[in-house]
């Protein structure tokens, strides 16, 4: 097949035309975030404060994210944050080593690893009643791909002892 410059030149205007559309609404998008950032003044025992411009709270969805440094410095705590286990510490340390929820999700795939499909997700659920983390594993399967109709097939919940580390079948 042959092409001419009529095609070629035909083909570069439907493309662009297909795709300005998709430019547009990605770039509305971060408008209306950027738009929902207001210089909001935030109240501790009574006293105002508010933060520095760059460092505002961000209305989505009916609810205000206030960024956590702001709020501890306010009430007069520090704040330490560990990328390693990805945990925010505000105003004192633990007085021994706790295990992160990252870090439990770590130990169940160490202990039951081999056990465990590959395809199956091994995810932080909730802290049960006794303050220890729980651990879903599970895959998603999809029934109708046209409707997305399906179920959860668990593999197993598991709890932690965020002071040991101990992990614990629940089945």
Do not use: C
């Amino acid at each position: 097949m042959k092409w001419d410059l009529k095609s070629f030149v035909g083909g570069i205007l439907i493309g662009s035309a297909l795709f300005s559309g998709l430019a547009w609404a990605s770039s509305s998008n971060d408008v209306a975030l950027e738009a929902s950032k207001i210089p909001y003044t935030y109240y501790f025992d009574g006293i105002p404060k508010s933060p520095t411009l760059d460092v505002q709270g961000i209305l989505h969805k009916n609810t205000v994210y206030v960024p956590i440094r702001f709020v501890a410095e306010s009430v007069g705590k520090t704040v330490m944050y560990d990328g390693k286990s990805k945990s925010i510490y505000i105003g004192k340390l633990p007085a021994s080593k706790m295990f992160s929820k990252t870090e439990a999700v770590e130990l169940v795939k160490k202990k039951y690893g081999q056990n465990i499909p590959a395809n199956y997700q091994v995810e932080y659920d909730h802290d049960d009643e006794n303050g220890h983390y729980v651990v879903h594993v599970y895959q998603q399967v999809v029934n109708n791909f046209q409707t997305g109709d399906g179920y959860t097939n668990t593999y197993g919940w598991f709890t932690i002892n965020p002071n040991t580390g101990d992990v614990k079948s629940l089945f």
